[in-house]
């Protein structure tokens, strides 16, 4: 008879962990799992392989029995030959949890591999234990310092991602770390063995650390299952769902990858529709949508914006991407047109929407225009277009300088007082080391600020476009 | 009477350039014009400013009469009162063009500045010296040193570039030069007052430095005379068009901006469709397509595509981005996967399409990889896919050395032989300062080499159909 199933409140609250098949000579996963406990200071890992006593300054074991302190989960990149032997020694060591890495299992076509899978289901089902994976990164809880990568930020945040990809699970937090964006948990799934997407789903609906869950998901296994673990998560936190393999050829690129049936994508689309889960279509457009969530405290009801600081091409364009996605971008009306004259000096500038004014530049004038906006009846949005080219009014290199940049969001905090109003930064992706290293700075100090900032006026568009339908969807029913 | 017009063969070759408006004591437009001139090491810079006896090192005019050699070419910024006196100026002294960066004439919406322009194109025509702009950022003309910007890159190529916009001007070649494009001549033409579209298309069209036309245009005066000069260019070189202000928001940003009357946007694109000119609708697509057109010696003439490098979730996106763009991603055939099985070490590989292995990673496996794809007969283009994540086979910080990229460029051109095919190259933009290094270089270095550089499998995707396309119509009516 199977023992009682660890859960994942337990999976994910280990004491010990083990890596297996890490070694001295090379630099893949295992030891890059290493690492990366190792800078989160995660306080007993133990590296297993008989060949060394020591591994990156760490005392080695033979064997996973070997290991004198509890260990709960294990980390595991060893051939898959081996795989059952080693869940025998976990049975013996009674951990809660393993993580394989290991790939060429259900998703290599080969029916011996996808056996073996299911041998190794029933080892984890008759002790207790979970598996994840196989052929997936694993998990990364930055609370509890448990982590698969060293380019994540390690502070906790409020949001779950589960993803069916390996490097998707890496990207979405280290991509995101710079915009402000914070997990509670990442769990990458791969082939879905054990854990799967419902009873992640699931335990995300309720998990206290987690305001906001995000999904890569390449298949699932039970279309009735998921869209009820769907309704009850998307009635009480905002879902994001990241559909690969949407077309034939990423279906099969899909199949070969996690060994997905995946279903119909009409029938997908349409489960997600009738949920309101958001849909995207890849992990830079999920990361626009958690950002657009995360820091607009109250999301607009409206779609009426007001763009400030852009040039004359770029506002053309604004104005295009912004229409593209149904938002608005309203000619001022008189008497804002009036109210912004008597707070800007005005010449030479159009005091019309887009404000293209380079009158903008000191942070009382910002100050004092954003002021005006942010009381304007008829406008829900205002956005603030950053570009990093040597002629703007700043001069070249300008916001290199952290202070110098928190002297522009301390102006526009001002400006915006208690208006609770959307604010939100466009910025431009520059293609020189220079002009990144402002731009890193720039995303960084107004994220650390609490605003949304937005790579292209286009993603902008577009994710506060999902954000405000999404809003409308909840707001409708509740 | 009015004389007879300069030419733009005349004023694309100014002996002397004159900057009017320059001063010590701030850094604008003017200022940065003549910065970006010394770095270009143009011979005859005149700083024009009573105030001042030298400015950045240059001997200063009170006006531009008194100076001494031959000036055949005007920056203008000073204010627009100031510019009828300034054009008697210029009649007097003989000069070939006038550029006015200065804005507020017909773009401000005001009666006086717009009748203030036509006074100004009477002194032109009546002096017979030419007018750009006004609102522009006028000319960078590479093989004569004339330049407006110092972010650009000074090495001359096929690329010419008309753009209504200034930002947009300066952005297309300084953003694109890292990924290997060059330009003949860039002229941002503002107001459009004299030099305009048409007569721009005209001349680039016959222009023997230029090979490919690029332009931005917000408006066009008159559209019969458009079509028949795009038919003209179009019949010999490739034309690629960003219109700007597609939407209601967008034209009227485009209103304030150029003062441009916007024609129908159905009517434009049935204009472009008809000439067979590749329309884009952002200045990032339009170096996507100018990469794939510059770069892809034999476009290819199916949409096939072998995808090499990327990892799980990469491929999957990969394949629903090229599926969407009517690419394909077709499985490979059981003849193609027996020939890559000879060349590749095959454990835990998939040696499917994608080609996801692990094994790629050696410079010989490369060139054996790429070998046998290069060959394939139901293969058009090959992708191949470089992350800068840190688990990436080639191990953290590997492509911010040159040297190493340079190995597995020349792996790769070993591989394509002589095979005339199309090798394609996807990369993700990073965001840390370290992997902006490692692109950076990436970009650089395959560029040099010859190689179309995207920045994502989307990007890709969506240029090679544009220049596929393109193609398929241009050879019906060759």
């Given at each position: 008879?199977?023992?009682?199933?660890?859960?994942?409140?337990?999976?994910?609250?280990?004491?010990?962990?083990?890596?297996?098949?890490?070694?001295?000579?090379?630099?893949?996963?295992?030891?890059?799992?290493?690492?990366?406990?190792?800078?989160?200071?995660?306080?007993?890992?133990?590296?297993?392989?008989?060949?060394?006593?020591?591994?990156?300054?760490?005392?080695?074991?033979?064997?996973?029995?070997?290991?004198?302190?509890?260990?709960?989960?294990?980390?595991?990149?060893?051939?898959?030959?081996?795989?059952?032997?080693?869940?025998?020694?976990?049975?013996?060591?009674?951990?809660?949890?393993?993580?394989?890495?290991?790939?060429?299992?259900?998703?290599?076509?080969?029916?011996?591999?996808?056996?073996?899978?299911?041998?190794?289901?029933?080892?984890?089902?008759?002790?207790?234990?979970?598996?994840?994976?196989?052929?997936?990164?694993?998990?990364?809880?930055?609370?509890?310092?448990?982590?698969?990568?060293?380019?994540?930020?390690?502070?906790?945040?409020?949001?779950?991602?589960?993803?069916?990809?390996?490097?998707?699970?890496?990207?979405?937090?280290?991509?995101?770390?710079?915009?402000?964006?914070?997990?509670?948990?990442?769990?990458?799934?791969?082939?879905?063995?054990?854990?799967?997407?419902?009873?992640?789903?699931?335990?995300?609906?309720?998990?206290?650390?987690?305001?906001?869950?995000?999904?890569?998901?390449?298949?699932?296994?039970?279309?009735?299952?998921?869209?009820?673990?769907?309704?009850?998560?998307?009635?009480?936190?905002?879902?994001?769902?990241?559909?690969?393999?949407?077309?034939?050829?990423?279906?099969?690129?899909?199949?070969?990858?996690?060994?997905?049936?995946?279903?119909?994508?009409?029938?997908?689309?349409?489960?997600?529709?009738?949920?309101?889960?958001?849909?995207?279509?890849?992990?830079?457009?999920?990361?626009?949508?958690?950002?657009?969530?995360?820091?607009?405290?109250?999301?607009?009801?409206?779609?009426r914006v007001a763009l400030v600081?852009?040039?004359?091409?770029?506002?053309?364009?604004?104005?295009?991407?912004?229409?593209?996605?149904?938002?608005?971008?309203?000619?001022f009306?008189?008497?804002l047109?009036?109210q912004l004259?008597?707070v800007?000096?005005?010449?030479?500038?159009?005091?019309?929407n887009?404000l293209?004014?380079?009158?903008m530049?000191?942070?009382?004038?910002i100050?004092a225009g954003i002021g005006v906006l942010s009381g304007a009846?008829d406008i829900d949005i205002i956005v603030y277009?950053?570009?990093?080219?040597?002629?703007?009014?700043?001069?070249?290199?300008?916001?290199?300088?952290?202070?110098?940049?928190?002297?522009?969001?301390?102006?526009m905090?001002?400006g915006m007082?208690?208006s609770?109003k959307?604010l939100?930064?466009?910025?431009?992706?520059?293609?020189?080391?220079?002009?990144?290293?402002?731009?890193?700075?720039?995303?960084?100090?107004?994220?650390?600020?609490?605003?949304?900032?937005?790579?292209?006026?286009?993603?902008?568009?577009?994710?506060?476009?999902?954000?405000?339908?999404?809003?409308?969807?909840?707001?409708?029913?509740?």
């Amino acid at each position: 008879m199977d023992r009682q199933k660890i859960s994942l409140d337990e999976v994910f609250t280990p004491r010990g962990v083990a890596v297996i098949g890490v070694s001295n000579s090379r630099m893949a996963f295992a030891e890059l799992v290493v690492l990366a406990m190792q800078r989160a200071e995660f306080p007993a890992i133990y590296p297993v392989n008989p060949k060394y006593d020591e591994i990156m300054g760490l005392t080695c074991y033979p064997s996973i029995t070997d290991i004198p302190g509890p260990v709960d989960h294990v980390v595991v990149n060893i051939r898959a030959e081996l795989a059952l032997q080693l869940l025998d020694e976990c049975t013996v060591k009674g951990v809660r949890s393993v993580h394989f890495f290991t790939a060429g299992f259900g998703e290599s076509g080969v029916k011996e591999n996808a056996e073996l899978e299911q041998e190794m289901l029933k080892k984890a089902r008759a002790a207790g234990f979970r598996i994840i994976g196989p052929n997936c990164t694993g998990l990364f809880v930055p609370g509890v310092r448990l982590a698969n990568d060293f380019t994540v930020p390690l502070d906790a945040g409020p949001i779950a991602f589960l993803s069916q990809s390996g490097g998707h699970a890496q990207n979405l937090p280290s991509y995101s770390a710079n915009r402000g964006l914070r997990y509670s948990k990442v769990v990458s799934y791969g082939n879905a063995l054990d854990v799967n997407e419902i009873e992640l789903i699931d335990y995300f609906a309720k998990d206290d650390e987690t305001e906001i869950i995000a999904a890569y998901i390449e298949g699932v296994r039970d279309g009735v299952q998921f869209s009820a673990a769907l309704e009850k998560a998307a009635a009480v936190k905002p879902v994001i769902i990241y559909k690969g393999g949407r077309t034939e050829a990423g279906m099969r690129a899909a199949n070969g990858h996690t060994a997905s049936m995946t279903s119909s994508i009409d029938v997908f689309d349409a489960v997600c529709r009738q949920r309101n889960a958001i849909r995207v279509d890849g992990i830079e457009e999920m990361i626009d949508v958690l950002v657009a969530l995360k820091f607009c405290k109250n999301i607009p009801e409206g779609n009426r914006v007001a763009l400030v600081g852009a040039g004359g091409g770029p506002s053309v364009l604004a104005g295009d991407e912004m229409e593209k996605e149904g938002l608005k971008m309203p000619p001022f009306s008189a008497a804002l047109q009036d109210q912004l004259k008597q707070v800007l000096p005005v010449a030479g500038s159009i005091l019309s929407n887009p404000l293209d004014t380079p009158n903008m530049a000191s942070p009382e004038a910002i100050t004092a225009g954003i002021g005006v906006l942010s009381g304007a009846p008829d406008i829900d949005i205002i956005v603030y277009h950053l570009g990093f080219h040597p002629i703007s009014q700043w001069g070249i290199g300008f916001f290199k300088e952290r202070t110098q940049v928190q002297r522009i969001v301390d102006a526009m905090k001002a400006g915006m007082g208690s208006s609770g109003k959307a604010l939100v930064i466009a910025l431009r992706v520059p293609q020189t080391l220079e002009g990144m290293e402002e731009y890193l700075t720039v995303q960084e100090v107004f994220a650390e600020n609490g605003f949304p900032v937005f790579n292209s006026m286009g993603d902008l568009a577009r994710a506060m476009r999902r954000v405000i339908e999404w809003s409308h969807v909840r707001n409708a029913t509740v």
